[in-house]
């Protein structure tokens, strides 16, 4: 080639590469006619774009399980601690079509991970998606502490299965690790309340010890309409390593001063840890704190029945 030839270089990419004005390409085609070393050098052009071509056809039939590759990558990495490093290979540019080529591959390099990080910082719950996931529920269990009018604190465990309509709970257990006892049975219609301190057990006629409303859709539904404040994280739980999001909400109503920390799950979408004020500033000790929760669990036989101490005195209402 001459100098020349030098200056077709461009023009000849541009023609493989079918971006040429039309103004230029007769001008090109008439020295290629005349030039063997340029003809040859346009020939290695059409033969590298198609390479290439069948290159990226490969890549992009790849693609879907390739950034599935790269999400797992990242996965690992969040659940690692570490950082996982994407190496590009050098590339020794002998071409304007391989120049072209590697500027798609950087910017698929660039734009994917990009993508990737958008789309796992976009939140991946919404309220609606719990509402579904926790309908249809028929028993519970949970455990925690809750505290008394004089600040006390009692570790609990807790069964309930709802009423028959639905609104509140109906069967009921309830046991903290000093000893007292609440058992409510619906079929009854009684509720036992057990005082160890005084060895005392109270028959209660009707349900008078509930969860209202039962933890469904409706409960939901409706602490995030009564709510003036709320505020969600998402983040990883420090115990189990698994996504969560995590709700801190209040709601402000004069007649009704609560504030929530919510914890859910963002596979199941279901709440796992629970925290409730009886104030709308998150002030003092939290009323009850649930750290674990679990949906649908293996009732023991006869968990709604109470069975009266021995020697315990009995005081009917």
Not at 58 to 84: F, K, P, W, Y
Not at 97 to 102: F, N
Not at 226 to 245: A, F, L, M, N, P
């Amino acid at each position: 080639m001459n100098s020349v030839c030098q200056t077709m270089k461009d023009q000849i990419a541009d023609l493989v590469t079918g971006i040429l004005p039309e103004a230029q390409v007769q001008e090109l085609q008439r020295h290629l006619s005349e030039c063997q070393a340029c003809r040859d050098y346009a020939r290695a052009l059409e033969d590298e774009d198609v390479l290439l071509s069948k290159f990226f056809e490969e890549e992009n039939a790849d693609m879907e399980h390739r950034q599935e590759r790269v999400l797992e990558a990242i996965d690992r990495s969040c659940q690692s601690g570490q950082t996982e490093t994407l190496s590009v290979w050098k590339i020794i540019i002998k071409s304007p079509i391989t120049k072209l080529a590697v500027a798609a591959i950087m910017t698929i390099a660039i734009v994917l991970p990009v993508a990737i990080m958008n789309y796992t910082a976009t939140p991946v719950w919404a309220i609606e998606q719990t509402l579904k996931a926790i309908e249809g529920f028929r028993a519970i269990y949970g455990s925690g502490i809750t505290v008394d009018e004089d600040g006390n604190e009692f570790e609990f465990e807790y069964w309930a299965r709802p009423r028959k309509d639905g609104t509140a709970s109906g069967d009921l257990r309830m046991e903290t690790k000093g000893g007292r006892v609440i058992v409510v049975n619906e079929q009854k219609n009684v509720t036992y309340k057990y005082d160890p301190s005084r060895n005392v057990v109270f028959v209660e006629g009707g349900i008078t010890f509930y969860s209202r409303p039962w933890v469904n859709g409706d409960f939901f539904r409706k602490m995030k309409e009564d709510c003036t404040q709320w505020h969600e994280e998402y983040r990883k739980d420090e115990s189990t390593g698994r996504s969560c999001v995590f709700v801190r909400a209040s709601d402000r109503d004069p007649g009704n001063n609560w504030s929530y920390n919510f914890q859910f799950d963002l596979e199941t979408k279901l709440p796992i840890r629970v925290k409730v004020w009886d104030n709308s500033d998150y002030k003092g000790k939290p009323y009850v704190t649930a750290n674990e929760i679990v949906y649908n669990p293996v009732l023991p036989e006869g968990i709604f029945d109470f069975k009266i101490p021995e020697g315990a005195k009995i005081v009917e209402h």
